[in-house]
Every structure is written in C-alpha cells, then in structure tokens.
C-alpha cells in the first residue's frame, strides 16, 4: 500500500512538471499582449489579425513569442509554416485572417511570433 501511495506521488509530481513547462508565465502572457512588430505597417497588420488569437493564451493558437510552443512547429521548417499561415492549418484560418498581407508579411509575422526575427 505505501508503495502504491509512492508511485501516485511520483506520477503526480511528473505531470505537474511537464504541465508547467508548457504553460506561460506572467512575463510570457505579458509579453504576448503588448509585444507588436517594430515595423508599423506589419504591427498594424498583426494588430488586426494574428494578435486576436496568438496573443491570447488558450485560444489554440501557439502564444507569441512563447518558445515551447513554436519550438516543435518551427522544427517543420520556417517555409512550412509560412506555407500554414497562408493555406490555412486546422483553425489556423488562411492568411490568418489577414487578407492584404503579402507573403513576405506572412512570413515577417511568423518570425515575429516564434522571435526568431524582426
Ligand atoms: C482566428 C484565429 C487565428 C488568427 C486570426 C491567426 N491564427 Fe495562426 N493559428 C491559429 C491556430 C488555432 C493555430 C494552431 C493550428 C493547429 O496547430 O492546429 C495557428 C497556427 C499558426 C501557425 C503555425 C502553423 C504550423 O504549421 O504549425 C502559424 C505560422 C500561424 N498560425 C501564423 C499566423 C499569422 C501570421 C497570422 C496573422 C496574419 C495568424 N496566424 C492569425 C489561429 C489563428
């Protein structure tokens, strides 16, 4: 019995560990709500699309700026996911809802959101 109680303690501690690796802190959830693309016109762009999911934690969109999240996506590849953003992934809506971006801003808004750019 005592050594059942152990193997509980133990899986329980092993799932909260991994729940906190992939779950933002405060700094994180900051970060993705005032955080904007330096440049004007793709902040204005990302304003009106891209931030109305990824910038909100629990919307099922990888949280910009939050590593863990884009870590596995940009493993694909920086081409596929651009690829995503503009053919629609899931409900990963196509152009990401954005409709005047070119693929060059796609691909500008991606980078912004893993941090691997601009
Ligand atoms: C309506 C909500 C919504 C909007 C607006 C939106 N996204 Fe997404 N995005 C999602 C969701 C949800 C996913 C996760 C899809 C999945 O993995 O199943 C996603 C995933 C992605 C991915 C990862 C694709 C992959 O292959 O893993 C990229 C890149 C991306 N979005 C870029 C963008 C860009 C750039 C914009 C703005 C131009 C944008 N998104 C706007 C909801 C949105």
Redesign the pocket.
């Known amino acids: 019995m005592r050594a059942l109680l152990g193997v509980v303690i133990v899986l329980a501690g092993l799932s909260a560990c991994s729940a906190a690796k992939q779950e933002p802190a405060t700094a994180d959830l900051q970060w993705a709500e005032t955080s904007r693309p330096v440049d004007a016109r793709l902040a204005e762009?990302?304003e009106r699309?891209?931030a109305?999911?990824?910038a909100r934690n629990g919307?099922?969109?990888?949280l910009a700026g939050f590593a863990p999240h884009w870590k596995p996506?940009l493993d694909?590849g920086i081409n596929?996911?651009?690829q995503?953003?503009s053919d629609g992934?899931?409900?990963?809506?196509a152009?990401?809802?954005?409709n005047d971006?070119s693929a060059g801003d796609?691909r500008a808004?991606?980078l912004f959101?893993a941090r691997s750019g601009t």
Do not use: D, W
Not at 59 to 62: D, I, K, L, Q, T
Not at 89 to 93: D, E, L, R
Not at 95 to 98: E, L, T
């Open positions: 762009r990302y699309s891209c109305v999911c990824h919307s099922g969109a990888p996506r694909k596929q996911l651009v995503h953003a992934f899931n409900a990963m809506p152009m990401g809802q954005c971006c796609l808004l991606t959101m």
